[in-house]
């Protein structure tokens, strides 16, 4: 599969971005989030009064010269990130000629560049059937960045994805210290609500990006078709039919997908969880410059 995103010009426009984590987030030293938390960086913060025990290096002298009263400086706290991106390789990511893939491999990639950018930890976690693929490893540094995704352009999207399995199935989901994004269209049986409510006990932040073609969106179907399910092994599928595309039965499928994106939005609302859904007819920078600083993932 060739992807046309990733390339040097796509990239370069993203270098004036970087992601905006929550400030709550634990996290690793040495990074570049500002957290809510006092630490040791050059930036100030507030004083507070001495207090039995404190390095007394850190005293204000000129505040003691004013009021006589011994006050200390504090700096504010720079945190490193665990981003993990979670990406469907399900067959219905890799349909429209392949167009829905590499869409969502830009999105992901864009994502995956924004946090080497912040000296975050990255790690791609490829969704097949029941278990995640980590084939990169731990991505610090740009230079890993782009050795990893070189091999994307080669990436296979086939079978059924189950979200859940997936994500809970994942070793490396730690608690309460970066931003973790599911990147899929979420046409998929799996109950991929309790995967986000995992993630949400593990305290991490969220983002489902919705990947979806015009076709989705607006099927162009009239008079009699055969519907295959993409994902289908079986051609006798129960989930397979041939059916008459009438217009009673457009308007109900328009409703159906109205629902549908409802419901994930809904759901992620209640949880404090960012969604967004882009369709692939749309330049990718719409998605990056526009959707995602709507949510405020980036600034």
């Not at 469907?88 to 969502?104: E, L, R, T, V, W």
């Not at 740009?142 to 050795?147: D, P, V």
């Not at 049986?189 to 995992?198: Q, R, T």
């Not at 457009?250 to 809904?266: G, S, V």
Request: glycine share 6%.
């Amino acid at each position: 599969m060739k992807s046309s995103y990733l390339n040097d010009g796509f990239f370069s426009r993203l270098e004036t971005l970087s992601l905006n984590l929550r400030s709550n987030l634990a996290g690793y030293f040495g990074g570049k989030h500002l957290v809510n938390t006092y630490g040791q960086t050059v930036e100030f913060a507030d004083f507070r009064e001495y207090q039995l025990g404190d390095d007394i290096r850190r005293i204000d002298w000129n505040l003691y010269s004013r009021f006589e009263k011994y006050f200390l400086k504090l700096f504010t706290d720079e945190r490193q990130m665990q981003v993990q991106i979670f990406l469907d390789c399900s067959a219905s990511m890799g349909k429209d000629n392949h167009q829905k893939a590499s869409y969502a491999i830009g999105a992901a990639a864009a994502l995956g560049f924004l946090s080497v950018q912040n000296m975050d930890k990255l790690s791609f976690n490829l969704m097949r059937d029941t278990r995640s693929e980590n084939p990169f490893g731990t991505i610090i540094g740009k230079n890993a960045f782009f050795r990893a995704i070189s091999s994307f352009e080669e990436l296979n999207f086939t079978e059924d994805v189950d979200i859940e399995a997936c994500i809970k199935n994942c070793p490396d989901t730690s608690t309460g210290n970066g931003l973790t994004v599911i990147v899929s269209d979420f046409f998929t049986d799996s109950n991929w609500k309790k995967a986000v409510d995992y993630l949400c006990y593990k305290k991490r932040q969220v983002l489902l990006v919705q990947i979806m073609s015009p076709e989705e969106i607006d099927p162009s179907y009239d008079g009699r078709v055969n519907l295959i399910d993409s994902e289908s092994v079986d051609v006798s599928d129960s989930k397979n039919m041939r059916i008459k595309i009438t217009r009673s039965l457009q308007k109900a499928y328009e409703e159906a997908l109205r629902d549908f994106k409802l419901d994930i939005k809904t759901f992620c609302s209640k949880r404090g969880v960012d969604f967004i859904s882009v369709r692939t007819d749309q330049p990718i920078e719409r998605v990056l410059f526009s959707e995602l600083l709507k949510a405020g993932i980036m600034e």
